[in-house]
């Protein structure tokens, strides 16, 4: 075994526990996995503190940390994927009826950059023609990167409680907010997973939610760190796959993937980057529209360059 102890950070998955269990183990290097919960707290550590040689983060703080030079890249291992009509509710009470009311009220979130949602804003403008500057986005928490600067429609409220800035009124709606126990709190889509599935069909899009980063001082001292990485990455979502498909006392999260695979196709976590490329053109996309980052990037810019022929 190599010398090369790499610190990591990552979630506790079906297909990342053969690497943290060494089930699946490098000639090259090992890993000395450090837990973290929750999982968005590795983003912020990562970004602020580069705590980490290997992290999971979240596709839009990548992009911004990118955007303001942090020093670590992208490999194109996608650890979570979602769809987002699920994910947005509002208060009844405020006589929203359609995703056009959302113009001119107040809708809340953890950050501006969460991923969740950038995807749900980016869905709202495209798929139902939301006007998104009409919206004031009313946040809950800070940023993971510090030096982001919101646009002029973002907020900062004093409560963290997106549910009870809800019931009390302090905004119409929110993205991201947990069950509310409250009949006033209502899905804004009232069947998400049929919206999710025709939202796929139309547009071919399977939004990323977290991915993997390699701090560039171990990229630069270890050439081809990139393309090991992915392998072992590969390896243990394999195992993954295999026993998910093959009914194996399926957990709750297993169950969830196994219903994304009916959407989908047979694979619901799909690595590579050739695979996720409209799904990263659309993201960036939406990124660049609200503000989250200054231009526009090429996908392929966000990767090690050999990194961009390997796939699953």
Not at 231 to 244: N, T, W
């Amino acid at each position: 075994m190599t010398d090369l102890v790499l610190r990591t950070a990552l979630g506790n998955y079906g297909h990342t526990k053969p690497l943290k269990d060494g089930t699946v183990a490098s000639k090259t290097f090992s890993m000395e996995h450090v837990e973290v919960s929750p999982v968005v707290s590795i983003f912020r550590r990562m970004v602020r503190g580069l705590e980490f040689d290997v992290a999971e983060m979240a596709l839009s703080t990548y992009l911004c940390a990118r955007a303001h030079a942090k020093p670590f890249t992208g490999i194109p291992v996608f650890l979570t994927r979602a769809f987002y009509h699920g994910g947005l509710v509002f208060n009844a009470r405020s006589g929203m009826t359609s995703p056009k009311d959302l113009e001119g009220r107040r809708v809340g979130l953890r950050s501006y950059t969460l991923t969740p949602g950038v995807w749900t804003r980016g869905m709202l403008q495209t798929e139902y023609g939301v006007d998104l500057e009409a919206v004031t986005w009313v946040l809950s928490g800070d940023e993971h990167v510090a030096e982001f600067v919101p646009p002029s429609n973002v907020v900062s409220s004093p409560n963290s409680d997106l549910g009870e800035m809800l019931l009390s009124g302090e905004i119409d709606a929110a993205i991201g907010a947990g069950p509310v126990d409250s009949p006033d709190v209502q899905p804004l889509f009232p069947e998400p997973d049929q919206a999710d599935a025709a939202w796929h069909r139309k547009t071919g899009i399977y939004p990323i939610s977290h991915m993997v980063v390699v701090k560039d001082a171990q990229l630069e001292a270890n050439p081809g760190l990139e393309c090991e990485l992915f392998e072992a990455f590969k390896m243990a979502k394999a195992q993954y796959i295999g026993r998910l498909h093959s009914g194996d006392h399926p957990s709750q999260a297993d169950q969830a993937l196994l219903k994304m695979a009916e959407v989908v196709g047979e694979d619901p976590i799909p690595y590579g980057f050739q695979s996720s490329l409209k799904t990263l053109e659309a993201f960036i996309r939406f990124n660049v529209e609200q503000g989250v980052i200054p231009e526009t990037v090429d996908p392929e810019e966000l990767f090690p360059d050999s990194t961009l022929s390997l796939f699953q």
